[in-house]
């Protein structure tokens, strides 16, 4: 199969919006972008052995490489708009190109996120996608605006993706429910971008949670110049982790990675406006644990003891 | 060294423009772009031992890695922005690394085009890099406008970048000047941004030379849905290409990979204006070559002969 073949099987998909006026096919992609917007963009590599283990179903591989990218919008407050891909795959096997196809495909349509070009390799199986984004002129979150007492909040919950790869990889024991439940959290994250609508008028800092809890925090409390208080008590734990020993729930939820969750900020006089707002929005995933300090790059517990911000690293 | 420290040393340069909003850093770039423009985006991934050979020096790799990229955007019409980069990397070498982001860097500053974003992670070396282009609304150039009596040109000349391949692959002899004239060419293309602009007000179709001139010739007028009549005598050869026998200077000039040449077509009422414009521009390198005819997927040669389209395929 010639790679032309390839990408007009499984990637050269119908129904691109008015927006597109060149999309797959051509040397690049043209599209469309309105006057009072800023363009947003990210772009992650996704390799074999390293995000995901070896024997994930390729429809998990499809969805998740497009769903970190769209975390990462959903962190800038942006809404979807494109995305391109460079697969490198060690040969053809039709059957693992249409389940990645597959998961691609359905994440694209339900975020209105559309492909507009790729590159197709030969190589170790490693999926590169940048995503495009846009956002009304000056709203982008970055992770530089917190400042001290702000309140520290959270969409979803920690360490069930850590503890879903803990099962497959060191045979980590869970319930048989709670075990489908963390591997779905792991194979299958949800970018969190309605809850990016929601707190983008309210927010002063956002990012979302990919090497851990503390780690990800470190990253905007350093762009931000800033410390925290965390009130570890009050970190939300979903009812698998609950029934793990309290230290090793703990520590995957403060370290463990792929959570894709939004850890953002909120001025303090926002907050009864913003607490209003969100339950009238009807989400109960969004949770304070936390306050913004001076003590910049500081992370303390709620009796003040120093929390460690080692995370995952890629090296 | 973690990779944020990684970033920071290789990859975190100063001098970005005011269009960038947010650059290197935060979980994705903010760009600016003007009412009366579209965007032209492209992906390319860049293997080592496919793309390049294993001992190609780091900084050719990041020099070509970004230029085959900027080719894509010649090859549409439109003037380089933005790019961001995804880095796999076996280990951190920092010889290797300081080498590859200044080949890169020095392109990117040659072409104004700047880095806004990025991911590295470690695996087989791999760079996958997404160029962003801007072009006037409504003339991009694309594959898809060709029309029979169209006369076919093309920038510079064809097969030395396949010289250079063969004479580090399979020891293919070359006198010692036209090596090293011919390796340069494989290692370090010059995207024809140039050009692409003197052709832009020009030409009804252009594609930039990757596969081989007559696979990408082929892809061209699929897209247009017409056919070619090549005059094989006057297609541009270097003076390296020249001196071999006439047989395999024609094998390397019409199936030779990585020419990153232009190949456009320009309709003959516009010839006598298009070449008075290109010779006051004071550019030599644009030469006719051919003309568009009505046989769809058909190339021939000047005695009517069918030429094979077979050109280098990833898989």
């Known amino acids: 199969m010639h790679e032309f073949d390839l990408i007009q099987k499984y990637f050269n998909w119908n129904g691109l919006p008015a927006n597109v006026s060149v999309g797959v096919g051509d040397d690049a992609a043209v599209l469309e972008i309105a006057a009072d917007e800023q363009l947003v963009t990210s772009i992650d590599t996704f390799i074999s052995g390293v995000h995901f283990p070896h024997d994930t179903p390729a429809e998990a591989i499809g969805h998740k490489a497009l769903a970190v990218n769209l975390s990462d919008l959903a962190a800038m407050g942006a809404s979807p708009q494109w995305f391109t891909l460079a697969l490198t795959l060690p040969e053809i096997r039709q059957n693992w190109l249409a389940d990645f196809s597959r998961g691609l495909k359905t994440l694209a349509q339900e975020s209105a996120c559309f492909l507009v070009g790729g590159d197709t390799t030969r190589g170790a199986l490693s999926i590169s996608i940048q995503v495009m984004g846009v956002v009304k002129k000056g709203q982008a979150l970055t992770r530089s605006g917190a400042r001290a007492g702000d309140l520290i909040y959270l969409t979803g919950t920690l360490g069930d993706a850590h503890a879903g790869l803990e099962s497959i990889l060191h045979?980590?024991?869970?319930?048989?429910?709670?075990?489908?439940?963390?591997?779905k959290r792991l194979h299958r994250p949800t970018p969190r971008l309605q809850q990016s609508e929601l707190i983008r008028p309210f927010a002063t800092a956002c990012i979302d949670l990919s090497d851990g809890f503390l780690q990800d925090l470190g990253h905007l409390l350093s762009a931000s110049r800033c410390g925290a208080q965390i009130n570890t008590a009050e970190l939300p734990l979903s009812?698998?982790?609950?029934t793990l020993p309290q230290d090793i729930a703990m520590q995957f939820a403060l370290s463990g990675g792929d959570d894709y969750e939004l850890l953002f900020t909120i001025p303090k006089n926002k907050q009864p406006e913003f607490e209003k707002y969100i339950k009238k929005g009807g989400d109960g995933l969004i949770k304070q644990v936390g306050v913004i300090t001076h003590h910049t790059d500081q992370i303390i517990d709620e009796n003040k003891q120093l929390l460690d911000q080692a995370g995952y690293s890629h090296f």
Chains 1, 2 share one sequence.
Do not use: P, R, S
Not at 171 to 183: T, V
Not at 239 to 242: D, E, R, T
């Open 171 to 183: 045979g980590f024991e869970l319930a048989a429910g709670d075990k489908a439940y963390c591997q």
């Open 239 to 242: 009812k698998a982790l609950q």
